[in-house]
């Protein structure tokens, strides 16, 4: 088994909703075990499209699935909220993104692994480190908290509160 780190987004409709109801449906995909999941941060979007605020959250799993059938489950929760792809960028009711994958270094044409840019990101690296402090990014080879505290001190990602009432699966 591997741990899988999975960020969540929601800044269109009922934020809040659409992450627990993530959760809840990654939770009971037969192959991950929910084992901890991060507050929720509210954050600007990166886009410079005219939208909402993010929530933003992690989740860590125990996890025994291939990194492309993680993918097709993330795309069709993201698909089963509304989630369309009219732009990069765009307001999105949901969007999920496989992080990491234990060690695994991947790039196909539908799935880099680690992610590409969660290194430089706050509204990941901040509830990554907060469930996942010692999980190693596998090409940097710095830990979560490292890179954590490699982001300025401002890096306008605000703690929102818990988000999940659900508990980790034993």
């Known amino acids: 088994m591997e741990q899988l780190l999975i960020g969540f987004g929601s800044n269109l409709g009922d934020r809040t909703v659409a992450l627990r109801a993530a959760l809840h449906s990654l939770s009971c995909v037969p192959g991950l075990r929910l084992l901890a999941q991060s507050a929720l941060y509210e ?10 605020l993010f929530l933003n959250a992690c989740a860590l799993f125990e996890c025994n699935l291939p990194p492309q059938i993680v993918l097709a489950h993330l795309q069709g929760l993201e698909a089963r909220h509304g989630r369309t792809r009219s732009q990069v960028g765009a307001p999105r009711t949901l969007d999920l993104d496989l992080l990491l994958q234990g060690e695994r270094c991947m790039a196909t044409a539908s799935l880099v692994v680690p992610h590409p840019r969660m290194r430089e990101r706050g509204f990941v690296l901040i509830p990554a480190a907060e469930i996942a ?5 596998p090409q940097s080879g710095k830990t979560m908290l490292q890179l954590r505290h ?3 001190a401002d890096c ?3 703690r929102f509160g818990e988000w999940v009432e659900a508990e980790a699966s034993g």
Do not use: S, W
């Open 43 to 52: 954050t600007e979007p990166i886009a410079d499209l005219p939208q909402g």
């Open 156 to 158: 306008g990602v605000r």
């Open 133 to 137: 402090p010692k999980m190693v990014h």
């Open 150 to 152: 490699e982001l300025p």
